[in-house]
């Protein structure tokens, strides 16, 4: 398990970490990033080592926001997961997907039509989307806040990434 460091909410990590140990005799080795650095290494065919532990899964509880790589060594120990043949619990793709930029490009014409040709599965996916709209300092970005001034009940503005937390109505920013 990837941990941040100074980690204070471990509560809900370690109810998991004794489950599987007691009903799978599975044992998590909890980890940050830079630790991962350290002491972590890929043999010939991308297996994960830590010590000479093999892992299977790397399950994530941070490399989720920038402050999570403070270092070079963060950056080169994610590489080093996503190197390897675990299972990665998000994987990079996974985790791009919960971008709302990636979210916002994949709602423009013609861009789902590069992943699929069935057109009604193409509206299925469609009707699951919501406006996003970008607030950068360009005519497209102004034209989106001037809607959302307009009518703050219909908007709500949340970061790029997913997982709770920070969501705001316009309301209550205002």
């Known amino acids: 398990m990837i941990f941040p460091f100074n980690e204070k909410n471990m509560f809900d990590q370690r109810m998991l970490e004794y489950h599987l140990w007691k009903y799978h005799g599975i044992k998590v080795l909890r980890k940050t990033l ?9 043999n010939d065919s991308r297996g994960l080592f830590i010590g000479d532990i093999e892992i ?3 399950y994530y509880r941070a490399a989720y926001k920038p402050d999570d790589f403070p270092t070079e060594k963060e950056w080169s ?6 190197m390897s043949r ?4 998000p ?6 997907v919960g971008f ?3 979210q916002q490009v994949m709602a423009n014409p013609g861009v789902l039509e ?7 599965v193409i509206s299925d996916i469609r009707k699951t989307f919501t406006g996003q709209y970008i607030l950068d300092q360009t005519p497209e970005g102004d034209k989106a806040v001037e809607m959302a001034l307009q009518t703050p009940h219909k908007f709500v503005m949340k970061p790029q ?3 709770g937390g920070m969501i705001y109505t316009l309301i209550c920013i205002m």
Do not use: W
């Open 34 to 42: 830079a630790e991962i650095s350290l002491e972590g290494h890929l």
């Open 56 to 58: 299977a899964v790397v």
């Open 77 to 82: 120990a994610r590489l080093m997961l996503e």
């Open 86 to 89: 675990a299972s990665n619990c």
């Open 91 to 96: 994987n990079l793709p996974y985790l791009f």
């Open 100 to 102: 709302k930029k990636v």
């Open 114 to 120: 590069r992943y699929c040709s069935d057109m009604q």
């Open 161 to 163: 990434r997913e997982g």
